[in-house]
């Protein structure tokens, strides 16, 4: 059904295979046992597919291997990190989310589940995802949630020596600082905002925008500090 000619029986498809197989092991197994992993990382890098089939089948990809050991060793043979990393490239941020969700699994997962921390550093850093994780592009994107996703991955990933030293030589803590002296004065603007209008009905909704930033601004902070 992943081969039919109409994209939205494929997408129905692709997501009926995540549904089934998430955190079920025997359906897992079943699928793993006949290569269903394989083709769900090619379909994802099908430049062909449209967005709503390639989010769902980086759904069906993580319900696979999530909390499922032995897909891990299959995943990175088929070139797993590199096919999700270059979804951060393709342009939708729906894409984008999904990949840097199941990427900031991999990479928090316990060794028992994947790999070492080293090891799957190691991956991230072959796969040319590392850099794109540093770039302006993620750092700065407009969605919130990508931005978010990207810094987590970040903090832990800048745990290992590796990724440290290309962080070093990279353009990451002046974006880093860049981004800050952009939250710290969104946070003056919100707060000069509330002060006008402290009597108004929308008061509560810019609380928590100002919340909001703050805490953006707080993870930033933290991300700098782990450099």
Excluded: W
Aim: aromatic content about 4%; glycine content about 6%.
């Amino acid at each position: 059904a992943t081969a039919h000619t109409d994209s939205g029986v494929r997408a129905l498809s692709l997501e009926a295979i995540g549904t089934c197989v998430q955190n079920t092991e025997k359906l897992q197994e079943q699928a793993l046992g006949v290569g269903v992993l394989p083709v769900l990382v090619m379909l994802i890098q099908d430049n062909s597919l449209a967005d709503k089939e390639k989010e769902k089948a980086i759904f069906a990809l993580g319900s696979l291997i999530r909390s499922f050991p032995p897909a891990y060793a299959p995943f990175v043979a088929a070139a797993g990190f590199k096919c999700l990393s270059a979804v951060l490239d393709g342009g939708c941020t729906n894409a984008s989310r999904k990949a840097l969700f199941l990427l900031r699994h991999l990479c928090y997962a316990e060794a028992s589940e994947t790999a070492s921390a080293e090891t799957v550093a190691e991956s991230c850093l072959q796969s040319g995802l590392v850099p794109k994780l540093m770039s302006r592009q993620l750092l700065l994107h407009d969605d919130f949630q990508v931005r978010e996703f990207t810094r987590l991955l970040l903090v832990r990933l800048v745990e290992q020596p590796a990724v440290k030293a290309v962080a070093a030589e990279s353009a990451l803590v002046a974006v880093l600082k860049e981004q800050k002296g952009a939250l710290d004065n969104r946070v003056v603007s919100l707060v000069q905002e509330k002060l006008e209008r402290r009597t108004d009905a929308d008061g509560d909704e810019n609380t928590d925008d100002i919340e909001n930033v703050e805490e953006e601004l707080a993870a930033v902070g933290s991300l700098l500090a782990a450099l």
